[in-house]
């Protein structure tokens, strides 16, 4: 049994892997609707000082979750690109670091996006357009999990996750019929179809993993 902290806990995957991990783990959560602010650095060193845990997996993001820009690239204000930095970025950075000043701490599993890997497809939207921040910061996820994984070596493994699009039910019912038109696989992913793969990241059998990022998207970013 291995303690993990949880952050975004309550959210759509955050809820899911939580019930999932607690089956046979001590989960701790961590979520903004716990009252838990990850920008805070005063919150977040204690936090972790207080509470040791084996792995970390942070689920916690600022997302539009499609109430897209009705504006064009050339128009979006820089003040909101800032916003999804500061979350994905920079508090993700603070909190892997207060974690991994930790004596015993075993390994952390970032989240990024397919849209970190690739652009969101314009054709998807037919009114506006994924934020530009989202994209970008989600593609820093990335380097910094590398990054992370370089230098936190041999004590601590960091690995890097990058999920396609999940069902739920307040998608357009025309941006799932497009998705799911373009995907390999042909449909959105079920929430419980990561539960696996954190369970592996978040145990002795991925021992020798780190600086890994793994797709988990039907095959999106094959084409």
């Known amino acids: 049994m291995s303690s993990i902290i949880?952050?975004?806990?309550?959210?759509?995957?955050?809820?899911?892997?939580?019930?999932?991990?607690?089956?046979?783990?001590?989960?701790?959560k961590l979520d903004l609707a716990l009252g838990h602010d990850l920008r805070d650095e005063s919150f977040v060193n204690p936090f972790f000082k207080e509470n040791p845990a084996d792995y970390l997996v942070n689920l916690f993001a600022l997302n539009d979750h499609g109430d897209l820009p009705k504006t064009s690239l050339f128009d979006v204000p820089l003040e909101s690109v800032q916003k999804y930095l500061d979350v994905n970025?920079?508090?993700l950075f603070s909190v892997c670091r207060a974690f991994a000043?930790?004596?015993?701490?075993?390994?952390?599993?970032n989240f990024s996006s397919t849209?970190?890997?690739?652009?969101p497809r314009p054709e998807l939207y037919d009114d506006g357009e994924k934020h530009i921040g989202y994209s970008i910061s989600k593609g820093a996820v990335i380097q910094l999990s590398?990054?992370?994984a370089v230098h936190l070596s041999p004590d601590v493994r960091v690995n890097c996750v990058a999920p396609g699009g999940v069902y739920v039910d307040t998608i357009p019912k025309s941006l799932k019929k497009k998705y799911e038109n373009e995907v390999p696989m042909k449909r959105m992913m079920d929430v419980g179809e990561l539960n696996?793969?954190?369970?592996?990241?978040?145990?002795?059998q991925s021992s020798y993993m780190?600086?890994?990022v793994i797709a988990n998207d039907g095959g999106w970013t094959a084409i």
């Open 146 to 148: 590398r990054h992370l």
């Open 196 to 204: 696996g793969l954190i369970g592996f990241l978040c145990s002795d």
């Open 6 to 28: 949880i952050t975004g806990s309550e959210g759509l995957i955050g809820s899911e892997v939580s019930r999932f991990l607690s089956q046979n783990n001590t989960v701790i």
């Open 115 to 119: 849209y970190g890997m690739v652009s």
């Open 210 to 212: 780190t600086g890994s």
């Open 89 to 91: 970025i920079l508090a």
């Open 101 to 109: 000043r930790q004596k015993g701490a075993k390994g952390i599993v």
